[in-house]
């Protein structure tokens, strides 16, 4: 009988039942039915059994009986050596009821290919090792710099698109090219703002558009495109010096991206369904017939929410083909950056989740509900859950390193380099550096 106890474990960024399984040498089905896991989800700090492994001691306490074995004649070549060529020979025996015969090599024979072979007299044990942890460890370095790469080259999207996915779930009140900023000034008892610019450092404010009260706002090649609410959701743009303010729609629209010679954006005037157009007005195209919500342009595919289907995540081609369901996991407020979907999960309280972009892997990140979410740059940015508005905090990709940047009543986050952007309950826009640091006021 064993009677060594189970292992406890809590779970860490970037665990996965698989790995938890090899690290302790047992199986992804001996953990799940311990701790009676009806999914591979998990989250971290969460507290796991892990099964132990039978005793050096217990082992042998099978039943020992005399066999017979041969000398291997043939080379056996472990990375290149021979390791049928030295001192101690290689045995082969095939025990009884196997199909084929086993090899056995003497732990002497574990050096010539690049191990080594310790006795642990404390334990009186034998260990062998290999750089296998350590060509491990470097591929997870490789993978991690990888997916780095991968949210850089995301970022570069910026060169031909209008505005982040991110800052447009967060209603897009703010947009930037080069040194200017543009945004949707609101003052005092006013019902539609102004569409504004003013320097990053904060100097020279310019009116651009009066009463036009400006959101998902893309600014690219010299123009500024936005929802005009002064004109029922309307999609316009404006030159950035203000001048040629022209309508490019007639739909109620909502989650306007603009990348190259395109418009997307959800049509509320025909329930929700993802259209395209071009930015001269032309060529206006339904792209699928789902309810849909926070659409994400990555390569040839929207990526969005489709409400229609209890928020599950799709992805639809640019050209309205290839419609396809991720998975069975509702999503609110669902974000890409690299090989990885970021999203607040309905069935948990809208807790922070990530999942990889085929709909596998799907992991917890934050331990407490969240509402405004945003990704940028390696960092989370989201808002605790409270009313009118919540707390401000960010965490790394994989959930650690949790950090309180601000006050509460936060509603929207908008992201630029290392400025972060957001409203209060007060329609009020501020800005404070990433690291939560030299707050200041828009207007």
Known sequence: ?????????????????????RKFNTTIERIALMNKLDSQVLYIGQTLLIPNQPSVGEARQLQYKPVTAYTATRPI?????????????????????????????????FSRVGANVVWDPVNQVINVTSDYDELKSRVESLTAENQYLKTLINNTQLAEQGNTAGNIMNTGF??????????????????????????????????????????YINILNG???????????????????????TQINDDSSTNILVRGDWVY???????????????NGTERTKLNEDQSSTINLIGNYIYYQNVSNQQKPYRVNIDGTERTKLNDTGVYSMLIQGDWIYFRNPADESRIYRMKIDGSSIMRLSDVPASNLNVSNGW??????SVPGGDLY???????????????????????????????TEKMIYRIKTDGTQKQTLY
């Open 1 to 21: 009988m064993n009677k060594h106890h189970n292992t406890l474990y809590i779970v860490q960024p970037g665990d996965y039942l698989h790995s938890i399984a």
């Open 77 to 109: 070549n472990v990375n290149g050596v021979n390791i049928n060529a030295g001192l101690y020979p290689v045995l082969n025996f095939k025990p009884e009821g196997a199909t084929y015969p086993f090899i056995y090599v003497p732990i002497a024979e």
């Open 174 to 215: 703010l947009g930037k090219e080069n040194e200017w900023i543009y945004f949707n000034k609101r003052q005092g008892q006013e019902v539609y703002g102004a569409l504004m610019k003013k320097q990053t450092d904060l100097t020279m404010e310019t009116l651009l558009a009066s009463y036009e009260d400006p959101s």
């Open 223 to 245: 123009w500024v495109y936005f929802r005009s609410g002064w004109n029922n959701g309307r999609i316009f743009k404006i030159r950035t010096d203000g001048t040629e303010l």
């Open 265 to 279: 954006y959800v049509n509320q005037s025909d329930g929700a369904k993802i259209y395209k157009i071009r930015v």
């Open 380 to 385: 989370i940015y989201y808002t605790t859950v």
């Open 394 to 424: 960010k965490m790394r990709l994989d959930g650690s390193e949790k950090t309180y940047l601000n006050e509460e009543f936060v509603t929207n986050i908008i992201i630029f380099e290392d400025w972060i952007y957001y409203t209060r």
